[in-house]
Each structure stands twice: as structure tokens, then as C-alpha cells.
């Protein structure tokens, strides 16, 4: 049986991102679409819509094409959008890139996305340099690398501006042309492309209007990274969509974020859940006046019902509100809306407009769930990505002939059509709702000439936040300590990957063709 969602159908909405999310910021042109939470400056709607107009022209001008894949390799700032949408406009796809990615991981990506171009800032450029050179001695040179500020050498946004060239007009076709590619893990392996087609991302912009629009002029505050689907959507395209004003953090910092809540009066706040954890615990909450806030919501990793109940009633909240996503979905499947008095503690809410669910069992695949029951938890909808990038196989293994998402995760559907998130059967790691892709960690440790075998999974401390540990298996007659493998690690790969934990086996535990019995090493880390 599958779950159906209760609102009224969509039709998939086929337009280019751009249009999705800036048809209507003539509407409310001098209301600030950005703010820049530390310096003050904004950039109003007419000046967004404008300056991704010209960057197009711009990206033209140096030859950008439709289909290229540009890489987006910046911070949350201001300018983020106008070089996002310009980019789309130019008919390229954009690959978004972690702001905090070491030269390897940048290298990787560009790599395996085929990107020939790069945006960045003038802070980032020895990563883009290091990631470049990387390539061109592959004989895959980047053939221009732009910066969002300014760098002797590099054309920045500013120059792009200038551009007197036309405006581009790329024959999209929403249904199959890729306007994002963000990198995602997925159930298994090494973080992959998603496909997300302008169709996927303008559908879920649709299916997300259905639950809640915020107003022209709110105010919603930006600390969650824009290259994260979750960003993406929910801080960037939705609110703009909106005609909403975006105060954008290009970090968290608890004292900056509670500051600029109070100076902004933001109403909506978007957060993962050790955001919450610091608006429910930390001393320093007091001392600021959050009045403001009416909207808190927590997604990308699982939320202690206690943890949020504590925080609402400290911000003086009906409740802290929660949505499901995944970067395969677009992302959003469920969102508790803030309008729905009715809904149950620790729920992540109902199916948005136009999208089945299946709970399928754990034991026997082939079997369906009712409601009460938790399974893994298929989708299908006009979200659901066209695939990865070059990676046919793994796409089959996920996203089955008859167009059902299977995410890995486990749930139960109540007898009213709420969803509840219990548990994760993929290899991913969530470490503070980042990916941590248990692969790669992996891979990395295997360089180590005293590691003989590794296995990677996530532990969960008594604070809910989920942890990256490492079982190595030491080279014969190596000493080598925890602290030397955390190091080595540590030196190679984005802060947020980091092992934290290492424990010394004598075996990896494998099954008999070889795969790592991570289950064992669940049970054995309990
Ligand atoms: C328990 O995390 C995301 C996207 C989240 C998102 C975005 C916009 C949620 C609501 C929204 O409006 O994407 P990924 O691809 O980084 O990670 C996906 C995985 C899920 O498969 C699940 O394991 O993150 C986990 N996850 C959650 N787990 C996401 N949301 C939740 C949740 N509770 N609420």
C-alpha cells in the first residue's frame, strides 16, 4: 500500500530554476532579497534579478554554454545568488561545492562532475589554484576561474556585471536539463552527483508552497551553507521565491546568530538540530531578544523530541517544527507546517502535494507496511532526481523500474498521515546534518601505509550528535596511536569529515564477498 499526500495534486512545474524562483521579483523590486548580517549591505530584488542577468551575459562573454558545469565554491554571502542564478540563466549547470573542502575533495569533484569552470573567492583561491592545477595535469584543464569578490587575475562578479554582451538565451528543457548537481553519498559508497533536474527543483519549490509561503519582506535568517540542498532550498530558492528577505551568515557563531536575530528581528529561523541544542541550553540565549522568531524548523538529522520541546518553550514557541528531506528528493517529502496545531510530537510531518510513500519491511523487502509499521521509506514524485552523474548502476540500485526512491531511512507513518524518522540502514554518516560519506573516510585511511584495513561508521554520543569512528586495523609491527590516525585524516579532508573516534581491531568484520558488516560494528560500539 502506499501513502498518498492528503493535498490537492500539482502539475510538475516546468520552468528553469531562475524562473521558478525570480518571475515575480519585479513585483517588490526594492525590497532587500539579501542582507549581509554582518555588514548591513543588501542587494534588493530588482538588483538580483539584474545582476544574475548580466553575470549570464558575463559567463557568455568568456564562453560559458549551455550544459557546462560551473563549480559554485564559496561561503553564504550575498553575492552567492546572483552567481548561482546567473549561471543557470547562462544555461549552465552548477555543481556546489563545500565552502570548507580541502584542494583533494574540490579536485574530486571537479573531476568526477566534468567542471569546467569555477566560482569562488578571492579566500578560496589557493584551494581552486591547488584543485585546478590537480586537473590540468590530468589533461582536464579549468578554463576559467572567477571570483565572487575581488583578485588581480581573475575576472570577478564586478567585471561580469559590466558585460555589454546579450543576455543569453538557452533553449532549456526543465524536464531533462540538470540545473544543480549537488554531491551527495546517497545509501552507499562515494559521494555521487545528483541530478536534479530545473523540473525537480521548480516542483518542489511548488510542492513547498503548498504547506507554507513566507511574506514579501520576512525576514529569515541564513547561517545553514547554501551548497547543502537544505541551504539551497529552503534559504535561498523558497524564500526568494517568496519575495522574502534573506540575512545571510557565512558561518555559525553562536553570538553573531543570536545578534543578529535581535538586530534584524528575524521571524524564521532554519536549523539543524545542534542549532537547537544551543537555543535550548546555552546561557548565552538569555541575553539577546528573540522575540521575533514565529518559525523554527529542524531537518537534515534526527531531533531529540525533548531537546526541541525545551526550545520552544525557552524561545516561547508552540513548537520547534521539523521537515524530511534528502538531496535525491530535491529535497522535501514532509513538513510540518506552521499552521498545524495538530501535530504530534517529533513528527517531521505529512507528505507534501503530489508525492507517494511506501514503508517497505527491513526483512523482506518485497513487502509492504501499513500504517504503525517501520520500513525503509521509498518515494516517488516529481522530485525524485533524474540520477547520478555517469553512474548508471548505482542510480538502478537506488531509484527502482518503477520510479521509487529508496532512501535508507527507516520510519513509521501514524494512522493521521504523520511521518516519523527512527532510524538510518545506509552507510551515511550525519555529523551535525553535514554528509559524512563512511566510503571515502574509508578509501582515505587505506593510504596510511601502517593501516591495514578500516571500517568507518557513525556512533551517537549522549548529546545526539552523531560521530564519525574509525576501526583500523594496524600493518604489522606499526604502533600507530589514535591520535596519529584522527591527524592524518584531519589534514586531508573538510573539518566537519573528521574521524573522532578510533578503536584498534585485530579484523575488519566482513562478509564473505568482502562487503564490511557494519551492523557488528554498531552492535559492538553499543
Ligand atoms: C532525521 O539533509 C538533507 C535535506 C534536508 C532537508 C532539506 C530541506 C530537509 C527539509 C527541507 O525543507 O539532505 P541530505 O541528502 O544531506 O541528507 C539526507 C538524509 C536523510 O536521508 C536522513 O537520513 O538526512 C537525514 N535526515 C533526517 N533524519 C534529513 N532530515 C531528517 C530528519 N530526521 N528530520
Given at each position: 500500500m502506499a501513502f498518498r499526500s492528503d493535498y490537492p495534486d500539482i502539475e510538475p512545474l516546468d520552468l528553469p530554476i531562475h524562473e521558478a524562483v525570480l518571475a515575480n521579483a519585479a513585483e517588490h523590486p526594492d525590497t532587500p532579497a539579501l542582507i549581509d548580517g554582518i555588514t548591513g549591505r543588501s542587494v534588493s530584488y530588482a538588483e538580483l534579478d539584474a545582476g544574475s542577468r548580466r553575470i549570464a551575459a558575463g559567463l557568455a562573454e568568456a564562453g560559458v554554454r549551455k550544459g557546462d558545469v560551473i563549480a559554485l565554491h564559496s561561503p553564504n554571502s550575498i553575492a552567492y545568488p546572483a552567481a548561482f542564478y546567473g549561471a543557470t540563466r547562462a544555461g549552465a549547470t552548477v555543481t556546489t561545492v563545500s565552502s570548507l573542502a580541502t584542494a583533494g575533495e574540490l579536485a574530486s569533484q571537479l573531476r568526477d562532475s566534468r567542471a569546467r569552470w569555477i566560482i569562488t573567492i578571492s579566500l578560496f583561491l589557493p584551494v581552486a589554484l591547488a584543485a585546478a592545477e590537480v586537473l590540468a595535469a590530468e589533461g582536464s584543464p579549468i578554463r576559467e576561474i572567477f571570483v565572487c569578490d575581488a583578485s588581480e587575475g581573475h575576472r570577478s562578479l564586478t567585471d561580469l556585471l559590466a558585460s555589454t554582451a546579450p543576455e543569453p538565451a538557452p533553449q532549456l528543457d526543465p524536464a531533462t536539463d540538470i540545473a544543480v548537481l549537488p554531491y551527495s553519498s546517497g545509501t552507499t559508497g562515494l559521494p555521487k552527483g545528483v541530478m536534479l533536474t530545473h523540473r525537480n527543483i521548480s516542483s518542489n519549490l511548488l510542492q513547498t508552497d503548498t504547506l507554507h509561503t513566507t511574506g514579501v519582506g520576512e525576514r529569515i535568517l541564513a547561517v545553514l551553507p547554501f551548497f547543502h540542498i537544505y541551504g539551497l532550498h529552503a534559504l535561498l530558492n523558497h524564500p526568494l521565491r517568496c519575495g522574502s528577505t534573506v540575512v545571510v551568515l557565512p558561518r555559525f557563531d553562536l553570538e553573531q546568530f543570536l545578534r543578529t536575530i535581535q538586530e534584524h528581528r528575524i521571524e524564521a529561523i532554519l536549523a539543524a538540530p545542534p542549532i537547537v541544542l544551543a537555543l535550548a541550553k546555552h546561557p548565552l540565549v538569555d541575553q539577546y531578544d528573540l522575540s521575533s522568531v514565529r518559525y523554527l524548523l529542524s531537518a537534515a538529522a534526527p531531533l531529540d523530541a525533548e531537546l526541541a520541546d525545551a526550545c520552544a518553550?525557552?524561545?516561547?514557541?508552540?513548537?520547534?517544527?521539523?521537515?524530511?528531506?534528502?538531496?535525491?528528493?530535491?529535497?522535501?517529502?514532509?513538513?510540518?507546517?506552521?499552521?498545524?496545531?495538530?501535530?504530534?510530537?517529533?513528527?517531521?510531518?505529512?507528505?507534501?502535494?503530489?508525492?507517494?510513500?511506501?514503508?517497505?519491511?527491513?526483512?523482506?523487502?518485497?513487502?509492504?507496511?501499513g500504517t504503525g509499521e517501520s520500513g525503509e521509506l521509498l518515494f516517488r514524485g516529481p522530485q525524485v532526481?533524474?540520477?547520478y552523474f555517469a553512474r548508471q548502476s548505482e542510480t538502478d540500485a537506488v531509484i527502482d523500474p518503477d520510479g521509487w526512491l529508496h532512501t535508507g531511512d527507516v520510519g513509521y507513518v501514524d494512522e493521521r498521515g504523520y511521518l516519523f524518522v527512527v532510524d538510518r540502514v545506509k552507510e551515511l554518516i550525519k555529523y551535525k546534518g553535514y554528509q559524512v560519506a563512511p566510503a571515502e573516510l574509508e578509501a582515505l585511511l587505506l593510504t596510511h601505509p601502517e593501516i591495514a584495513d578500516a571500517a568507518v561508521i557513525g556512533v551517537t554520543g549522549g548529546d545526539g550528535v552523531e560521530r564519525p569512528k574509525a576501526y583500523v586495523v594496524r600493518a604489522p609491527g606499526s604502533g600507530l596511536t589514535e591520535q596519529e590516525v584522527t591527524d592524518f585524516v584531519a589534514g586531508q579532508v573538510a573539518p566537519y569529515k573528521k574521524v573522532r573516534e578510533v578503536e584498534f581491531l585485530d579484523v575488519v568484520p566482513k562478509s564473505a564477498s568482502g562487503k564490511i558488516l557494519r551492523r557488528e560494528l554498531r552492535d559492538r560500539a553499543r
Open positions: 518553550r525557552r524561545l516561547g514557541l508552540p513548537r520547534v517544527l521539523q521537515g524530511y528531506g534528502m538531496t535525491e528528493l530535491s529535497p522535501v517529502t514532509h513538513v510540518v507546517p506552521l499552521d498545524d496545531a495538530d501535530a504530534p510530537p517529533g513528527t517531521v510531518g505529512r507528505l507534501v502535494a503530489s508525492t507517494e510513500l511506501r514503508v517497505v519491511s527491513l526483512d523482506d523487502p518485497g513487502k509492504d507496511l532526481m533524474r540520477g
